[in-house]
């Protein structure tokens, strides 16, 4: 009896290593500038929150409990509209540990400030692939696939095309919904866009500088510094070009707004020919921040 036990106990955990999520999402909820609010409505979104996000398969990928992707997912609720609707933003993270080192490099830092969504608490989350369900669920789909895409995207040269695609196909279903942000001519800054940006064949050098800069590049620093360095300083060409073609594009600005304090301790270090160069294409790139990149070449 027990040796039978042992092996069904066995199996029910190969099973779970086999069929393990994706992700290990941080999800917090919070609502500073509403009162008189009972608060089990966000401590409950909280927990539907992340559960939807965790404990659900997004793909047919088989992740090891340890390899599950970090990321973290702030909403802030700013506006009660009615007892179940809700206007707020989403500050969303997600983070890529490097190779040999206890450090994780941040991928995506930003904040969607178009999120309007319904929610009674302790409703259960449907989700359907084939179809757009609510704002809620259909954004937090979006992002997880997202996420995905640009994890895939650090580790294999376009890995994460069939993620932005089933992001672009949430977009297609919610052109009909009532809420902001799925929309083109919501802004040139929201969901629409970014899938866009991140499918766009004129701007897929932002794409090789994802997988290079952090499989080519940071992958490399902590055995063989220089040569990761010298990679590093050779990706920031491909996003010279997109911004040649296109300045100031929404995920060119994600991805600099991400790296730019990680670029500055890298290129920190470097020879005086590497800090220059560096600092002429970034520069040209991210003007508006042109004094940050000071600190490169004042070390």
């Not at 965790?54 to 992740?63: A, D, L, P, T």
């Not at 490097?98 to 989700?127: C, G, H, K, M, P």
């Amino acid at each position: 009896m027990k040796q039978r036990l042992l092996l069904i106990i066995i199996i029910t955990l190969s099973i779970i290593r086999l069929q393990a999520q994706e992700f290990n999402c941080d999800i917090r909820v919070t609502a500073p500038s509403i009162e008189g609010t009972d608060r089990r409505v966000f401590e409950a979104l909280q927990t539907s929150l992340y559960e939807f996000m965790n404990n659900r398969k997004w793909s047919n990928v088989n992740i090891k409990n340890q390899e599950r992707i970090e990321c973290s997912i702030l909403l802030t609720v700013k506006e009660r509209i009615s007892s179940d609707e809700f206007k707020g933003s989403l500050n969303l993270i997600l983070r890529r540990p490097v190779f040999n080192a206890s450090y994780n490099t941040i991928l995506l830092n930003y904040v969607d400030e178009n999120f309007q969504f319904r929610y009674i608490e302790s409703q259960t989350l449907d989700y359907n692939e084939n179809s757009f369900s609510t704002n809620l669920t259909s954004t937090l789909a979006y992002y997880a696939y997202i996420f995905l895409g640009l994890d895939f995207d650090s580790y294999s040269l376009f890995g994460g095309d069939p993620f932005y695609r089933a992001a672009e196909a949430i977009v297609n279903s919610a052109q009909n919904a009532n809420e902001k942000g799925w929309k083109a001519f919501d802004g040139n800054r929201n969901r629409y866009w970014l899938v866009e940006n991140l499918q766009n064949a004129t701007y897929r050098p932002i794409r090789q500088f994802l997988y290079e800069y952090h499989r080519l590049g940071l992958d490399l620093m902590s055995e063989k510094p220089d040569e990761g360095r010298a990679k590093i300083g050779e990706t920031l060409a491909y996003l010279n070009t997109v911004n040649s073609s296109r300045p100031g594009l929404f995920m060119l600005q994600l991805i600099i707004d991400a790296k730019r304090d990680e670029i500055i301790n890298v290129f920190s270090k470097g020879s005086a020919q590497e800090k220059t160069k560096a600092v002429n294409i970034l520069r040209e790139i991210d003007p508006a921040n042109s004094s940050s990149y000071e600190k490169i070449l004042s070390k």
